[in-house]
């Protein structure tokens, strides 16, 4: 069986200030029935760590450098992460992909150092609106899973989210028969790859979720949780969806 994941990824949003909302949430979330994880920007990882005292919380990077030291200004390794407070890391954003130029393999080459970390890595994959207009979508996120997703992966160290590119912060969000038809496919391709090993992966949508979809979101087969953007800033906009989770 496998286990949700309310996945929050704050981007680059979050000063000192911001930490009262992790208390908000974790008042509401005293024992939480899923896997809850919070990736705020990197300066506030080990203030969180230390806020979160015994609770299950997660906390997790936005992305790492692949090497695990080095003469690499301004980048943050996988390592470092850890050391921080961190047991995820989020690899392969759309954003980070356009504005970044990062490609499949760069990606990939992150997962494995996320794994010599010790770090779960969240490997993203989706379409943009023209790809999907094209008729590309399962063959663009096809290739991205296969060029992301190091071969010696592991569903303990490994989620996939799928985040259509065009429906990320714009209010937008995937039908419940697009979003099921994408998570078969990619269901379906990480079981052809890793067998039983791809049948324990967790597989979360991202998109502009929020409290007055999650519930339709999540009855999807193969939807394991969600990688929630701009709700999971204010605890209480994440904690509905969370809530829904639970329910799912």
């Not at 992909?97 to 010599?116: C, F, I, N, P, Y």
Request: charged fraction near 20%; glycine fraction near 10%; proline fraction near 3%.
């Amino acid at each position: 069986m496998r286990r949700k994941l309310a996945a929050g990824n704050w981007k680059m949003n979050g000063t000192d200030a911001a930490l009262a909302e992790v208390d908000a949430l974790i008042a509401a979330n005293p024992s939480p029935m899923v896997d809850l994880l919070i990736c705020p920007p990197a300066t506030l990882i080990d203030r969180m760590n230390r806020r979160r005292g015994n609770h299950a919380l997660a906390l997790g990077g936005q992305d790492c450098h692949h090497a695990a030291s080095g003469a690499h200004t301004g980048d943050i390794s996988a390592a470092m992460l850890a050391d921080a407070g961190a047991s995820h890391v989020i690899l392969g954003h759309s954003e980070r992909r356009a504005d970044h130029g990062e490609t499949s393999e760069m990606v990939r080459a992150k997962a494995l150092a996320a794994q010599d970390a010790g770090l779960i890595a969240i490997i993203c994959v989706g379409e943009t609106l023209a790809q999907r207009e094209a008729g590309q979508a399962l063959t663009v996120i096809g290739a991205q899973l296969a060029g992301s997703v190091p071969d010696n992966a592991r569903a303990a160290r490994t989620v996939v989210a799928y985040e259509p590119v065009w429906a990320i912060g714009t209010g937008k969000t995937a039908t419940t028969t697009e979003i099921a038809e994408v998570h078969a496919a990619i269901r379906a391709a990480l079981v052809a790859r890793f067998d039983a090993e791809g049948t324990g992966m967790r597989i979360l949508y991202g998109g502009s979720v929020k409290a007055s979809n999650a519930a339709d979101i999540f009855a999807v087969p193969d939807v394991d949780g969600a990688l929630v953007g701009g709700a999971s800033l204010k605890a209480a906009d994440f904690t509905p969806i969370v809530a829904a989770l639970e329910r799912a």
